[in-house]
């Protein structure tokens, strides 16, 4: 089982910057893909980036050219770099993880976090 706590969430003003973290209880080498998703208030859950074992990123076209999703030197924890936040960029934020395949459906992963609150105002 791998277990997945988010952090770095808050509140931003537009055009600020934060940055997410996703701590893995421990880091099998089995696992194939990371990513990141968020669900904002009476939408459904939407992949924003997400990261192969081979370092392969895919962003969502919502975020592409501000979001940056990174893994740390010790692997087991992942990043996502947001700048130039945008207002429709407030939701909650998830981190995932798979052992065998990468895509932004919700169904791909089998590990989940709690989730992290980001929430942009002007």
């Known amino acids: 089982q791998v277990q997945l706590a988010e952090s770095g969430g808050g509140s931003v003003q537009v055009g600020g910057s934060l940055r997410l973290s996703c701590a893995a209880s421990?880091?099998?080498?089995?696992?194939?893909?990371m990513a990141w998703f968020r669900q904002a208030p009476g939408k459904e859950r939407e992949g924003v980036a997400r990261?192969?074992?081979?370092?392969?990123?895919r962003y969502a076209d919502s975020v592409k050219g501000r979001f940056t999703i990174s893994r740390g030197n010790a692997a087991n924890t992942l990043y996502l770099q947001m700048n130039s936040l945008k207002l429709e960029d407030t939701a909650m934020y998830y981190c995932?993880?798979?052992?065998?395949?990468?895509?932004?459906?919700?169904?791909?992963?089998?590990?989940w976090g709690q989730g992290t609150q980001v929430t942009v105002s002007s």
């Open positions: 421990e880091y099998p080498a089995s696992i194939y893909c």
């Open positions: 995932a993880a798979d052992l065998a395949v990468c895509g932004f459906e919700e169904s791909v992963y089998d590990y």
């Open positions: 990261i192969s074992h081979f370092g392969t990123t």
